[in-house]
């Protein structure tokens, strides 16, 4: 019966998922920025393109960018374990994955630039044995993965003033393994029917503005609306059935400011708002309601020579858990809240660029709460991140 009140709400612990894949857990279910230049500065970037993948941080930064591509990606390593509903079932989750990023930015003339941004984010588990000993319950296991496309057209029309709109073109594709919920008799638990692997598509919009308020210091603002995902084929009869089997990626809006302090040092900081709890699965009675997030990101790059470059950088988010809905959020233990970062870029003799960072999300625990009593989750998240810029 104890088991039974405490899981009353999961059938829909994995609808945070929605957001992105497997990987990137870090702010909600979010990266802690896209680039790996921009990533190594704490994600700071809304006021700062630094790259060709400008456009999934603020469509505006193509138009201050030269013609130029971006190549990278950022390997995601993720210790997680639970103390879950009953004394001594202590589960584990280990998973390192790879996420590739990147962009392509053409200046067209003074005036305009065409550009695609490529984005890949997530959250997942996979436990290696079942949540709770229920016959017939498969390990406790989900995949979900989002691509993010972002073409974008951006306008300069004064040496002050950059504006950017482009499409958010996403695909998924989720999996959900090994879910229990109550069962029809009174205290009783089973496990979910399996519906595979399946895909959605959607679009939505992002837009941004960029300001060169001063010789030394820009003003940034960027907007992206909620991507409406098409049905996942199944998911609709049980564990979405609240939102018709639709997972939506978040809307969200941020504003940057990046000041030139002198020659060598640049520092950067952005406040980015995500919507997480007007998403439909996340108003589900039933569910675990993740909350709107705000997230405050912080850094700094020091240019020691012509060719060597040294980033750092921080950001810590709001909790999107509530405490009370510790034992929904098995399946999504994105409970980290502090990011640290590292960074060096090296900037070769043709004038590419070569990048390395690195990010440390400590050890972080949620203890439940209210009904989440005797439940707690704990995580721990380090980044690699590479990188590889060109300009033509």
Known sequence: MLASTRLKYIAAPVAALAFHGPVMAVNGAQPGGYGTKNAAMGGASI????????????PAGLGVLPSSWSLGTQVFDGRSSADYVLPGNDLHNHQTEPAPEGGFNWRVNSAWALGLSVAGSGAGSDYGQAALPVPGADPAKTTLRVVEMVPTVAWT????LSLGLGLNVAVEQFEARGVIVPA????????????GSQRSTGVGLRAGALWKAGDDLNIGLSLKSRTRMGRLDGYGQDLLAYSAGRLDVPAQYGLGIAWQANQRLTLAADWLRILWGDIKAMKDPNGFAWRNQSVLRVGAGWQVDERWTLRAGASHNGGQIDSARTVQNLLVPSVNRNGYTLGVGWRLAHGDELSLGYELDPRTTLTGSGPSVGTSLTSKVQMFLLGYDHRF
């Open 47 to 58: 006021a700062l393109p630094l790259d060709a993948e400008a456009a999934a941080n603020n």
């Open 184 to 195: 029809p008799v009174p205290g009783g638990l089973a496990p979910l029917p399996e519906h």
């Open 157 to 160: 029309p004064s040496p002050t």
